[in-house]
């Protein structure tokens, strides 16, 4: 069993963290459209320091140069929780004797302080970190690294994540997938599969 993390086991948007910086609403949409947006933070879960992404950023925006410094001091609000559900499903996987694994998109930065205190990750075998590799799904390269640093075949496996693109990327390689939506959808998934 392959986990992505994001919005499968642990909740993310990068407003979580700004709607508690930027209180009115319009201003709020515009920076996370214009300025930290998802794709300039793409670049930290393809490897780039946010030293180097910080500093072009506030080039391009001074008068917004506090709130992009707090990007990286406060990520961890941008992870508010878990998703609902989840974590017991992946206890009783667990339980069940079925070995699990992650690959997500993550800056190497930001993964060990977001890892600290998350028991669930204890249950893992191995979690495979993009930022560590300068790898990002959907690339076929991450899950071919994948399949050899886990040591299964790609038959042997299913991979969950909440990003279709993502999946189809997997099952070009033989990687079955279950395109997440809730817990209870894919509780019905294993069920069916006897894995729980």
Known sequence: MIF???N???RWDIRFLYEKLIKDPDELD???AHVVTPEWHFQHDAGRPFADTSAELIAKFPEHADHIRSFAPRFNETNPGEVDGVVDIVVRLK???VPLFAISNFSAEFWPPFRQDKPVFD???DILISGDVQMVKPDLAI????LR???????????IDDRLDNIQAGEKLGIAGHHFEDASRLEAHLQALDLL
């Open 30 to 32: 515009w920076f996370l």
């Open 8 to 10: 499968v086991i642990s």
């Open 95 to 97: 339980q069940a004797q």
């Open 123 to 125: 249950m893992f075998e």
């Open 4 to 6: 992505d993390i994001g």
């Open 149 to 159: 640093q886990f040591n299964v075949a790609a038959h042997q496996c299913l991979f």
């Open 143 to 146: 899950y071919q690294l994948a």
